[in-house]
């Protein structure tokens, strides 16, 4: 079981959240489909929702804002310095959305999204260290940018948080997956629209772990929703994509 109770190293993908219109009825659909159980942060958080797999956070559920056109999730990346990611972010032709603010104690935070357009998080930790599971059913396990110019991005990434970058043709002449410096073990994959309509915005998909991938998508059907594939992208009935995929 992969389990971690310290701060995640800069630039590993830390913690997911969903933006919801119906806050119960995400609470009721992941439950049906990845069995999560739920902790409320109360009001001063407002009505944010921790998801938990086997005890630990693996993501959280948040009412969407009202300057918010559609539910999505959003990848968050460690950061030892969200101020500093802020600025390194300006510097490589990213634009910070959301400038770095503290959330309590717990940590302090940014949206960006990089010059493709493609939407993430900077998490830097306080007593909240972002996901306490991964690479588990339930846990985040593999996140992809689909994005609508990966070179830029990945020159982007590089600049933001020292990636290297590997290719990986079997999955197409422009996708590599994306690693620490030095360190050969893959955090995720970067590459391009994989034939999604035209018109899609770049974005981050994020993989969550399932025992049985095909049980898990007839719960998706079951609940009058869409899903496709034994590694299966799904829409949920609040309008988010979730992504399955067996660890």
């Known amino acids: 079981m992969t389990t971690r109770t310290t701060r995640w190293p800069e630039g590993v993908p830390c913690w997911t959240d969903v933006s919801s219109p119906d806050v119960a009825g995400s609470r009721s659909f992941y439950e049906s489909v990845l069995g999560w ?96 599971l991964v690479n588990e059913p339930g846990a985040m396990g593999w996140e992809d940018l689909r994005s609508t110019d990966p070179d830029a991005a990945r020159a982007f990434y590089g600049k933001v948080f020292g990636y290297d970058f590997q290719a990986l043709e079997a999955a197409g002449p422009d996708y590599t997956t994306f690693h620490l410096a030095g360190d050969p073990a893959p955090l995720g994959g970067m590459g391009g629209m994989f034939g999604a309509p035209e018109g899609t915005p770049s974005h981050w998909l994020v993989y969550f772990g399932a025992p049985d991938v095909d049980a898990a998508t007839e719960a998706v059907a079951s609940s009058g929703r869409s899903g496709f594939g034994r590694t299966s992208q799904n829409t949920a009935p609040t309008g988010s994509t979730t992504a399955l995929m067996r660890p």
């Not at 009001?43 to 559609?70: C, E």
């Not at 999730?73 to 972010?89: G, I, K, R």
Request: hydrophobic share 45%; net charge negative.
């Open 37 to 132: 159980s739920f902790q409320e942060s109360g009001d001063a958080y407002g009505g944010y929702v921790l998801a938990l797999a086997d005890g630990k956070p693996v993501a959280g559920i948040a009412p969407l804002q009202g300057d918010q056109v559609r539910p999505a999730w959003t990848l968050y990346l460690a950061s030892d310095d969200a101020d500093a990611t802020a600025a390194a972010v300006s510097e490589a032709g990213g634009t910070v959305m959301v400038p770095p603010m503290d959330v309590g104690p717990l940590g302090r935070m940014l949206i960006a999204s990089d010059p493709a357009g493609g939407v993430f998080g900077a998490w830097s930790a306080g007593e909240h260290i972002g996901a306490g």
